[in-house]
DNA sequence: CGCTATGTTGATTACTCTCAAAAGACGTGG
DNA sequence: CCACGTCTTTTGAGAGTAATCAACATAGCG
């Protein structure tokens, strides 16, 4: 874990584009946006949600340093048009939740730049390839039964994505560097913001996660919580 | 909707291999098995899945005529490790759910097949996208409260991505071609096989669904079940 | 120093799961 | 052609869990 993405070319290629600061919250980008663009996240953390006919709030996905995004979007336009698996209405939107660094180049500076070398297209596959691991360890969350094991799930997952960098290797103790609130994680399993404060409660009283003094996750022990979902 | 991968170099690939006719519930292939192979659905339809700790059987992906599979593990094992976000544990099973024809070819050819004609890799990444779109579709499902509402998305998903080809085009009525078991739709989506009974039922006696000789789940409107979704 | 976002806690409601039993569909072999 | 076993679907009743509604506490921010 916490291996880098091997995709310098298109670090470079988005570090000669345009940079901003954000705050936590803004705005960076929506779907319905008519120039396409891609963005690059140099330090900082963004989610995308959609908000569904109910009004619900429905995280996609989550974006961490050395992150792309968005990439099936970009990838479909320069691809062509594909299976009609994505049966997305209305806008996608993508907002920071933390104080970040973000570059951006248009959609089609980024073709003309992977036409010219094809190396640029591997890293941009690997880039895909892990957005879609990502895709599918979230639908592992969907089968369990209980909001305490979905929970627990998802913070494995969040632990291997987004741990923070002062752990020590091989350590049981993992502090999770992205700061979501109980109602991000809520929006990414589908659950109320309540029962995450419920099983949050229950998981801190058992001593398996605690809080640091800048409000990360902590895991005790890693192994302990991932022996919990397989019992 | 209906369109066909543009993917012809790869099936060309696969048709220079070995090709076997399989029946219906026939185990393709594992994710233990140590000589790593790659398949192309000929015709028919395949489910994949594993099996999570509690016993229950989670269902990953479905693959219909044109599908190439395994694909993240055989992108992953060329491309390189990953971000970590791939939370799987235990064998992941490939079956099919219908008599099909499969090809199947070793990874390595293909690795071999594609580094000589880059115009593989981008066929190899529209597949690998399609995919992403497809896990994306899924997580949708579990934003929906209600096991009614879930269901709906999964049909109307299911419509999209597997049509009847006799179909006429425009038509409100569709056939959805894949034949899945009412376990299997409970094991997409998480929800007992008795439920998806249940709500089904509901379904046919509103006159949003009906079967067809075939046991093919027949959606009577497409847009009055989608209306259903969106209010 | 208020305002808004976030987190906590309790009571009630409503839904799905589980367990159970049985009926229907289908293919196989006698 | 019928008997049989297996798989699938149907239906009912009871138990348990999460959603909702509501009220309040706390924190962060301008």
Redesign the pocket.
């Known amino acids: 874990m916490s291996e880098n993405y091997t995709t310098q070319l298109l670090a470079d290629f988005f570090r000669k584009g345009r940079s901003r600061q954000y705050?936590?919250?803004d705005l960076v980008y929506e779907s319905s946006n008519p120039n396409p663009s891609v963005f690059y996240l140099e330090s900082g953390y963004a989610k995308s949600y959609m908000i569904t006919d109910?009004g619900?709030i429905n995280v996609m996905s989550l974006y961490g340093p050395n992150y792309i995004f968005p990439l099936i979007p970009t990838f479909r336009s320069q691809l062509g048009r594909g299976s009609g698996g994505y049966h997305a209405r209305g806008t996608i939107y993508y907002e920071t939740?933390s104080p970040s660094v973000i570059y951006s180049r248009s959609a089609k500076d980024l073709f003309t730049f992977s036409d010219r070398n094809h190396d640029v297209y591997k890293e941009l596959s690997i880039s895909l390839l892990n957005n879609s691991e990502i895709y599918l360890s979230r639908i592992g969350a969907m089968h369990y039964?209980?909001?305490?094991?979905?929970l627990i799930y998802q913070l494995l997952l969040l632990a291997n994505l987004f741990p923070s960098q002062t752990a020590q290797a091989k350590s049981p103790k993992v502090v999770i560097d992205i700061p979501?609130?109980?109602?991000?994680?809520?929006d990414i399993?589908?659950?109320?913001?309540?029962?995450?404060?419920?099983?949050?409660?229950k998981l801190?009283k058992s001593g398996l996660i605690s809080s640091d003094d800048?409000?990360h996750i902590v895991i005790t022990d890693i192994n302990e919580l991932s022996d919990l979902l397989t019992n």
Chains 1, 2 share one sequence.
Not at 145 to 150: E, G, H, Q, W
Not at 189 to 201: D, F, K, N, P, Q
């Open positions: 705050n936590d919250g109910e619900n939740i039964k209980l909001a305490r094991d979905k979501l609130t109980h109602q991000d994680i809520g399993l589908g659950l109320a913001r309540e029962t995450i404060s419920r099983e949050m409660e801190k800048s409000h």
